[in-house]
């Protein structure tokens, strides 16, 4: 089946009960919701989804990122890990359970609110298979069903999907409105792409709105054109001509990342700081440092998703 395929609200087979369980207007709630998916660990989600619902916030927008990984690990990347708020994804997972509107912890940084997640979030998979159960194919709208509620306090939501947990991934799927595809050039991390691709026509069937926005190479060389040609044929292949890959990579920054990380801080964060101690920032003359490469990596990609999204709502409208 194409991934371009034509799908309309509600499907046939869809239980009269399953309709209850959203408002009819649920697609228009959705519509800022994208999710950073990829069938394969240790791609950059969790780093993009931070650094890009960081610099939605920093830039004026009202911006809710959900962290729907056992890891947790976007405690570590906004340096709550342990704190009060870190409560390891157990509202999230009650949530779901009891079909509740999700319960963010609020402004985390100035505008930006976080749905936690954690190892509260290890049963989630067996949960949705016992709902699927119960409900059917419906089980998997459970967290649009408890998103839907808050979505429209926000300007925009950013999902982090967890790898290799299908019924997770289903469930962020059916959630979203876009879909930004993290990818390092190795075959592993691009064999996550064709988990995406099944998933992604599956998810159509209740979502049929869902987008792939992108591809995002990360960690890669930033004048590896050879790499970029041969991941873009690659990605033809395996999504057609739905997943442009963006202009921007995410540049190797080991060090830089670990950095960020142990700090607490995202990128853009970190690159402040940095330009607070050098002594001629504004020196014209002056090379750039791997962490302000790496923050124009960041602003590059940022970017473009807001033109991208512009005229994807233009188009729409």
């Known amino acids: 089946m194409s991934l371009d395929t034509e799908y309309v609200w509600p499907p046939t087979w869809l239980s009269p009960k399953a309709h209850s369980w959203l408002p009819v207007d649920w697609l228009d709630q959705i519509q800022r919701v994208v999710a950073l998916i990829n069938g394969k660990g240790g791609v950059g989600k969790t780093t993009v989804s931070a650094n890009m619902a960081g610099l939605a916030a920093a830039n004026g927008q009202h ?132 988990m995406v691709a099944d998933r992604f026509t599956d998810a159509k069937a209740l979502n049929p709105d869902l987008e792939i926005l992108g591809v995002l190479l990360f960690a890669t060389g930033r004048g590896s054109s050879a790499i970029r040609r041969d991941v873009a044929t690659r990605v033809k292949a395996m999504l057609g001509d739905v997943a442009p890959l963006f202009d921007r990579v995410v540049g190797h920054a080991e060090k830089i990342a670990k950095e960020a990380r142990t700090k607490g801080k995202l990128v853009f964060e970190l690159e402040e700081h940095r330009l607070d101690r050098l002594r001629n920032p504004d020196d014209p003359n002056r090379r750039k440092t791997p962490i302000e490469e790496l923050a124009e990596d960041y602003d590059g990609i940022y970017a473009q998703f807001c033109q991208m999204l512009a005229e994807h709502e233009s188009t729409a409208a």
């Open 63 to 194: 911006a809710l990122l959900i962290d729907a990984n056992a890891q947790g690990n976007i405690a570590r990347e906004l340096g709550y890990r342990k704190s009060a708020i870190d409560d390891k994804g157990e509202a999230f997972y009650e949530s779901i359970r009891r079909g509740r509107p999700l319960e963010p912890a609020r402004d985390v940084r100035p505008g930006l609110d976080v749905v936690v997640g954690g190892s509260e979030l290890e049963g989630l998979g067996s949960l949705l298979n016992s709902m699927v159960g119960v409900v059917g194919p419906a089980a998997n709208l459970a967290l649009a069903r408890c998103l839907v509620p808050i979505a429209p306090d926000y300007d925009l939501i950013v999902i982090d999907s967890p790898p290799e947990n299908a019924p997770v991934e289903r469930l962020v799927l059916t959630t979203s409105r876009y879909l930004i595809v993290p990818t390092k050039s190795d075959d592993a991390s691009l064999d996550g792409l064709g």
